[in-house]
């Protein structure tokens, strides 16, 4: 078997993703300030939704669910992995052609099923405008997730992952552009956002290129192979369809209220900071390791692969909810309260931060479980489970606004999330002892919560020693990098004192990796 190094992996797309993320709030800080909660960011988030909602379906979604367990097996057993690949290409690209000139004609009806709210005020037409703009977006950054589905396949992570940064440097120069040019920095936003797809999904296809993954466009044909990864794809985009039903009722919803969308956004983005460092890196590198393993019947390595990546997901998440959770307003004052964004803002962001925050080891479990199902071509059961999820998201979403409010969304999000977990994890025990957790990781799960717990109280702490610095101005700055440092290191030193996790392990996973690079 040719190996994928899982750490390694993890921590290359988990550095790049990191970068991704900093740039990605560093994006957010540019909108609050120069846009600020209101019509105008409510209708570019309603807008940019529109298009990252069917990304789910046909990118890192239910087609990257179906295509990279077929290509990785194909790739692993020799078995004409390009020529899977380009009939992929083909029939994607067809589909996404047409969806996206549907979606260009029928844009009022699109945002009339999204965001309900918005009829009858200023924020409808402007939603309408801007989604025209951004929608075809969809089609580029799709066909950029197939590329990088296959060059994760083959083990070469770093141009994958790297991609998704391009996004967010485009868009904050041209919003730093905009704005000194004295310009409307809303358009030179939108107008940006389907210029980084094509810049995203020329990263991904020069580097598939020199890794050897030669594939060309041509005319779509209906081969077995295509008819089978429609057959696993379809139960896969019917449960992302469940989970955007999920972000509907939420947005629809928050559409109800003033500002509401504005501020659900900007707390999501907060959050998807260490999901998307630590939850998406190890989905992304677990997923094409465990196909792989499947294919060669090695059990035992898959089960290791699997506890090795729910340790290390947990290990890095848990800390980052409880930091979010104890101190979520220093962080979101610093960040997001200046120009248009107020300190009302700020403490409701704030809020919707601290609620997502006990849903982060949710969303990222939900990552380290779901490759179990994805990697032996099933992708019904986690459908099933889905729809369930659905279930509890709208129960609460609707049922808790007469008591939460616009506050009532984020709260059944991370509800649906623990109640995927749950799921997930109860079916993944019929599969075998392959999918489940073994002796180390149950051994260090506990000393993990333990640890984070502690880094809780010293924080809470330190931030009432730091409150008033943390008003100031100019202090506010210095104040909290302090504080986050002080989380951090209290964090590594008790999780390394009560053995949640040994520092050597990555040590050794970076030598490894130096190694490795040395010889190629």
């Not at 047409?98 to 029928?106: D, E, K, M, Y």
């Not at 977006?137 to 994958?160: C, E, H, K, M, R």
């Not at 969308?261 to 983005?269: F, M």
């Not at 049922?399 to 994890?425: D, I, Q, R, Y």
Request: aromatic residues 10%; hydrophobic residues 60%.
């Amino acid at each position: 078997m040719k190996p994928i190094r899982l750490i390694s992996g993890v921590l290359t797309v988990g550095f790049w993703t990191l970068a991704s993320r900093v740039l990605g709030v560093t994006r957010e800080i540019l909108i609050l300030a120069f846009i600020g909660p209101g019509p105008l960011m409510d209708a570019f988030v309603a807008a940019f939704r529109l298009p990252n909602m069917f990304r789910r379906f046909f990118a890192e979604g239910a087609f990257n669910a179906a295509f990279v367990p077929i290509f990785s097996k194909k790739y692993e057993g020799d078995e004409d992995p390009l020529g899977f690949a380009r009939d992929a290409l083909n029939g994607l690209a067809f589909v996404l052609m047409i969806l996206s000139a549907l979606a260009l004609v029928f844009m009022p009806a699109l945002v009339w099923a999204t965001a309900e709210g918005f009829v009858g005020d200023d924020r409808f037409p402007l939603t309408v405008a801007y989604g025209r703009i951004i929608f075809p977006y969809i089609l580029f950054i799709s066909l950029a997730a197939l590329f990088s589905g296959a060059l994760n396949a083959t083990g070469y992570f770093a141009a994958a992952a790297a991609a998704p940064v391009l996004l967010n440097i485009f868009v904050i120069i041209a919003m730093a552009v905009g704005a000194w040019l004295g310009g409307d920095v809303i358009l030179w936003l939108v107008w940006t956002i389907p210029l980084a797809g094509v810049a995203q999904l020329a990263l991904v296809w020069v580097a598939a290129e020199r890794a050897g993954i030669r594939v060309r466009p041509g005319t779509p044909r209906l081969t077995p192979d295509m008819r089978r990864l429609v057959r696993v794809a379809v139960p896969a985009a019917l449960a992302g369809g469940v989970m955007q039903i999920n972000l509907l009722v939420g947005q629809q919803v928050a559409s109800q209220f003033d500002k509401a969308v504005g501020w659900l956004y900007a707390a999501d983005r907060l959050y998807q900071l260490p999901l998307g460092v630590v939850g998406i890196a190890v989905g992304i590198v677990l997923l094409p390791d465990l196909s792989r393993r499947l294919k060669a019947e090695d059990d035992a390595g898959a089960r290791h692969a699997f506890s090795r990546a729910g340790e290390m997901a947990l290990a890095l998440t848990v800390p980052a909810a409880v930091a979010l959770v104890v101190i979520p307003l220093p962080m979101v004052s610093v960040l997001f309260e200046r120009g248009a964004t107020s300190a009302s803002d700020s403490a409701a962001i704030a809020l919707a931060v601290a609620v997502y925050g006990l849903g982060l080891p949710a969303f990222v479990l939900q990552k380290v479980l779901q490759p179990l199902f994805f990697a032996r071509e099933d992708t019904r059961t986690p459908f099933r489970y889905a729809v369930w999820a659905m279930v509890v998201n709208a129960v609460l979403a609707v049922g808790l606004v007469p008591v939460l409010g616009w506050l009532a969304p984020a709260l059944a999000t991370t509800a649906a999330g623990w109640a995927m977990v749950v799921l997930l994890a109860v079916g993944a025990r019929r599969i075998g002892t392959s999918a489940r957790f073994d002796d180390r990781f149950r051994r260090r799960i506990w000393r993990i919560c333990a640890a984070s717990g502690l880094m809780g109280v010293i924080l809470a702490g330190t931030q009432w020693a730091l409150s008033p610095f943390l008003g100031m101005d100019y202090w506010r700055y210095p104040a909290l990098v302090l504080l986050l440092f002080v989380g951090m290191a209290s964090y590594g030193l008790i999780g390394h004192a009560v053995g949640a996790f040994r520092l050597s392990d990555f040590r050794d996973a970076l030598r490894r990796r130096r190694s490795r690079d040395k010889t190629q």
